[in-house]
């Protein structure tokens, strides 16, 4: 075997795939979500492949790009020594990489011939997902033992055809990389395997529901490895979703790996789990846990005691209703600029514990007219939590959030920003202590931490809050009584009696 034509094929699809992106703007990469995989990154993921029940094998890459992963994928299968034929299907939808991925195919047909491996490709120039959606709802004959995919990343409107075609697995504005997992999914041949790096945003969250459900009752995690920086896995492009390799198999498992490393991939550590400490299929939300470290094992062997959700306490969570911009009339900067006028209270306003109303540095408005026109979006003064909907990229928290407390303002009714959720109670009045210890609780390290472990997103929503579990009842007044009591605003000082009340060390 030649190690220099081997290394060519890297070289050449490297080559390629640089002066192809380099043609491209960032706005374009974006708007077909095309970012090709770094070398180092494309070797892991065909290295994670372990099938060998043939000799023989059909591969799928369904958004092949400079076919960088397939070139490494079946560099190792040569290496192993375990494979005769191997049948290659490649999608691609960009024509302008027609002419490279046919010259790519035909240096791959005559290094592996050279071998003595047998050798055919099927070149399909069409949409992956449009050309085979229907086989989300129908079995799929001519099945794959490898399909491995770096797919596009980016969000379509409800009406695209393809969220159409693929609607089964879909809520809310679908990204386009789930349809490829999905469709994927039903492609494998028994025992066979997918491997894909993918955004991390489907382990959790409403939208992602129908897909999760779907794509965990036709095959098994076997191995996910997650990037703890998200700004560097795709670094030359700019992508800064967070993002993982998954390794998915059509058998049965009993451990599921989780590994971290830097973009790098020189420091990775690994963790075997019980499967369904990672995911349970039964669950209603089928929430995939990814704890890469010791402080998230004991994290989740603490919550797993933990029985509590918002619900059994009586409390919910909504959705500021006032958007600024469809009630811009009636938003105003200053106080005297009108009669009649409530507290606004916007995401810069909220900070961990502490509610800053208002704001001087904020220049939007903080004010909004109470009228019959903002009658319905207004809320009444009652003890809320203020919730933000979303982090800042970087940020150390998810969760920051600021107790609202009714006496603390003399007013009727207050306006509540879309950019953030408020907890309150349908039924009664919140406490003084549940507002204090659920703030402290929700901007603890700890609960952050736990959050963190399923979401890898910088929003924070509704229905993700609504099932965090929390400890007992009385621990949560506990916490609110010495909030409330001491004034408890330094976040050491709660993180270090909320450890001491759960148990946390």
Not at 27 to 34: A, C, D, L, P, S
Not at 135 to 157: G, V
Request: proline letters at 3%.
């Amino acid at each position: 075997m030649s190690n220099i034509v081997e290394e060519d094929l890297v070289v050449v699809s490297n080559t390629f795939g640089e002066i192809y992106s380099k043609a491209k703007s960032q706005k374009e990469k974006r708007e077909i979500g095309q970012f090709f995989t770094p070398q180092h990154i494309a070797e892991y993921m065909a290295k994670l492949s372990t099938f060998s029940e043939s000799k023989k094998m059909r591969i799928l890459d369904p958004g092949c790009g400079n076919l960088i992963l397939s070139v490494n994928l079946i560099q190792t299968l040569v290496v192993k020594g375990k494979v005769s034929y191997i049948e290659l299907d490649l999608y691609e939808t960009d024509l302008k990489l027609e002419e490279n991925i046919q010259s790519m195919v035909t240096a791959m047909r005559e290094f592996l011939e050279s071998l003595g491996i047998g050798f055919k490709c099927n070149i399909i120039l069409k949409d992956f997902v449009l050309e085979n959606a229907k086989y989300i709802n129908s079995d799929f004959l001519n099945k794959y033992d490898i399909i491995i995919s770096n797919p596009p990343y980016f969000k379509l409107p409800k009406d695209d055809p393809k969220s159409i075609a693929t609607q089964q697995i879909n809520g809310g504005f679908p990204n386009i990389y789930s349809m490829f997992l999905a469709i994927c999914s039903n492609m494998l041949n028994q025992k066979g395997e997918m491997i894909f790096i993918v955004p991390r945003s489907f382990t959790s969250g409403l939208y992602f529901k129908k897909f999760r459900k779907y794509f965990l009752s036709h095959v098994n995690i076997k191995s996910i490895h997650l990037f703890q920086n998200r700004n560097d896995t795709f670094k030359k492009d700019q992508v800064l979703q967070e993002l993982l390799i998954l390794k998915a198999v059509n058998k049965p498992v009993d451990q599921v790996y989780i590994s971290s490393s830097s973009t790098l991939l020189d420091d990775i550590s690994v963790k075997s789990y019980g499967y369904k400490e990672i995911y349970d299929i039964a669950d209603d939300n089928s929430y995939i846990f990814i704890p890469t470290n010791i402080t998230e094992d004991k994290i989740l062997r603490i919550v797993s005691s933990w029985k509590n959700k918002l619900e059994d306490f009586g409390i919910t969570i909504s959705t500021g209703p006032v958007v600024d911009f469809r009630t811009k009339e009636n938003i105003f900067k200053s106080s005297n600029d009108v009669e009649n006028l409530k507290p606004y209270f916007r995401l810069n306003n909220v900070t961990q514990m502490k509610l800053e109303w208002p704001l001087n540095s904020l220049v939007k408005g903080q004010y909004i007219h109470g009228n019959n026109s903002t009658k319905s979006i207004l809320r009444a003064n009652e003890n809320y939590i203020f919730l933000r909907r979303q982090s800042a990229k970087g940020d150390s928290n998810r969760l920051i959030c600021s107790p609202y407390y009714k006496d603390d303002y003399q007013i009727d009714f207050i306006g509540i920003d879309n950019k953030l959720n408020y907890l309150y109670s349908k039924n009664r009045s919140l406490t003084a202590e549940e507002i204090f210890g659920l703030s402290a609780l929700l901007n603890s390290a700890f609960m952050n931490s736990y959050f963190q472990i399923f979401n890898g997103n910088i929003n924070v929503s509704a229905s993700e809050i609504k099932e965090l579990k929390f400890p007992s009842y009385d621990v949560l007044i506990d916490i609110g009584k010495k909030i409330s009591k001491d004034k408890l605003t330094d976040i050491s000082i709660i993180n270090a009696y909320i450890n001491e009340k759960i148990n946390y060390e």
